[in-house]
């Protein structure tokens, strides 16, 4: 018999959040979350998002031992934006049983109807920037630290409770140019006459800190870029100023790129950075007592880079400007060594940025999925 509990406990959390730990023990393409970053999205006095969330989670027990977690978001307003009625499961992790499954799911559904809505879809998070996608393919390559790892037995479970497709999202695995490769050379020659033309500059930087001026208006610029993406909402200042504290100390100069207008008015980005996987598994997803020195050596000597985001204003997208972003990365990584990059989640539809992929060696390698059902009330 299954016993599903909600978390109304601190400890009863940790349990939540250190569940994966125990289910993938052993699997060497898992990469744990970092547990104090996850903690911060899980209770309300650290995470903005629940100003407009609301959210549960439970356990689901056999015999006193844990067998399953699962959360329920209702983001209302993802749900007034794109007039919906929607619940979204998130961070949804069982053993191979049907009937753990079964009973997950049948607590967010319940919750659901509680509130009157109508669909359960993911698996997403709070906000875009949250792991979303249940993987369906690349189960033998290592996830990244911002990717949600699991199973190959997590898709049949999904359908097997009546839920079906609703969007996929694709991610490429790069190999970046040899030294003297002259698609680089004739790229920067190339950004030079577009730069011109458009009247914006790159606004360089030697150290993280210096690109402050630039980095207050990066999320500025992503609620515009990104506003008609799958399931998007704009972000608040409160939220974007968390993410810019969290994230910005893990950025290296080298790999994230910035365009400019004339007057120093941000028109496109793109952030690369190091990749954090072996440093997360290294350290078990802790800071403490060593797991900072891990990740401060994946920072500072990286071996691999994991592709965040690109965005062009609108106004600029025609330019050739996002072609121009990757390239400045790309150089930067050659330059550097770095053999490989990975591409984070792209919506299957989105043509123009798998486009870029076409002049790199890139392997279509993961694709994730967010599923959907609709209740009967």
Not at 218 to 232: M, S
Not at 262 to 272: E, M, P, S, T
Request: glycine content about 6%.
């Amino acid at each position: 018999m299954v016993e599903i509990k909600e978390i109304s406990k601190k400890k009863d959390l940790k349990k939540f959040i250190c569940f994966p730990d125990k289910l993938y023990k052993g699997e060497k393409n898992f990469v744990p979350e970092l547990k104090s970053d996850e903690y911060s999205m899980l209770v309300p006095e650290k995470n903005f998002a629940f100003e407009y969330c609301d959210a549960k989670f439970f356990l689901a027990y056999r015999d006193g031992r844990i067998v399953g977690r699962v959360g329920a978001i209702v983001n209302r307003k993802a749900n007034a934006l794109w007039d919906q009625k929607n619940i979204r499961v998130t961070r949804i992790d069982f053993i191979d049983d049907l009937e753990v499954s079964g009973a997950l799911f049948g607590a967010v559904e319940a919750w659901a109807k509680e509130l009157g809505l109508t669909e359960v879809h993911g698996p997403l998070g709070f906000s875009d920037i949250d792991k979303e996608g249940l993987l369906v393919e690349g189960f033998d390559r290592m996830s990244t630290a911002v990717t949600i790892y699991n199973y190959p037995y997590y898709p049949k479970h999904f359908e097997a409770h009546g839920y079906v497709k609703d969007v996929d999202w694709i991610e490429y695995r790069i190999t970046a140019p040899e030294k003297g490769d002259q698609r680089v050379a004739r790229i920067q020659e190339l950004a030079k006459k577009v730069m011109e033309r458009t009247n914006v500059h790159f606004y360089n930087i030697k150290k993280i800190k210096d690109a402050a001026p630039i980095i207050i208006q990066f999320f500025d610029l992503l609620n515009v870029c990104y506003k008609d993406l799958y399931g998007t909402v704009p972000f608040t200042d409160k939220i974007a100023k968390d993410y810019l504290k969290r994230f910005t100390p893990l950025l290296n100069p080298d790999y994230a790129k910035f365009i400019v207008d004339d007057n120093d008015k941000l028109v496109g980005f793109g952030l690369a950075a190091p990749s954090l996987a072996q440093a997360f598994k290294k350290s078990g997803g802790r800071l403490f007592p060593f797991g900072w020195i891990y990740i401060l050596n994946a920072v500072k000597k990286p071996e691999e880079l994991e592709l965040y985001l690109v965005a062009v204003h609108p106004d600029y997208q025609k330019s050739g400007l996002a072609a121009l972003l990757l390239n400045e990365i790309t150089a930067s990584a050659v330059k550097n060594g770095i053999k490989y990059a990975e591409s984070t989640s792209e919506l299957e539809h989105n043509k123009k940025i798998q486009d870029f992929w076409k002049n790199y060696d890139a392997e279509q390698h993961k694709r994730r999925r967010c599923y959907k059902k609709m209740l009967t009330v």
